[in-house]
């Protein structure tokens, strides 16, 4: 996948996880199905980005971006479920990415 497509879908699909997530508290029924695209379009476009250098922090940062989107997948089934516990696993979700976001850029940098 292209790397302007693959930002584009990830844009995308992190403001349809935001919406998802602001709109489920007023208890609309179509959120929920907004949340899911957004969380796999995220997905989608974690697992199509590879980072194929030979640094193994920035190979274990990248996973942990991956996890992450599936932790966001991990959360609509809760959703869908009408269960608390999506927040729970959306905190998490994001915890990382920020994680990830702020570290990359610095081990690149870096070139450790």
């Given at each position: 996948?292209?790397?302007?497509?693959?930002?584009?879908?990830?844009?995308?699909?992190?403001?349809?996880i935001?919406?998802?997530?602001?709109?489920?508290?007023?208890?609309?029924?179509?959120?929920?199905?907004?949340?899911?695209?957004?969380a796999?379009?995220m997905?989608?476009?974690?697992?199509?980005?590879?980072?194929?250098?030979?640094?193994?922090?920035l190979?274990?940062l990248?996973?942990?971006?991956t996890?992450?989107?599936?932790?966001?997948i991990?959360?609509?089934?809760f959703?869908?479920?009408?269960?608390?516990?999506?927040?729970?696993?959306?905190?998490?979700?994001?915890?990382?990415?920020?994680y990830?976001?702020?570290?990359?850029?610095r081990?690149?940098?870096?070139?450790?």
């Amino acid at each position: 996948m292209n790397e302007k497509i693959r930002n584009i879908l990830l844009t995308t699909s992190a403001l349809f996880i935001l919406a998802g997530a602001g709109l489920y508290l007023l208890h609309l029924p179509f959120t929920v199905y907004i949340f899911a695209i957004g969380a796999i379009g995220m997905a989608t476009a974690r697992i199509t980005s590879h980072y194929n250098g030979s640094n193994f922090r920035l190979k274990r940062l990248y996973r942990i971006e991956t996890i992450a989107a599936f932790i966001t997948i991990g959360s609509a089934w809760f959703m869908f479920k009408n269960q608390n516990e999506w927040i729970l696993f959306l905190l998490v979700a994001a915890f990382l990415q920020l994680y990830t976001s702020f570290m990359i850029p610095r081990v690149e940098k870096n070139g450790k």
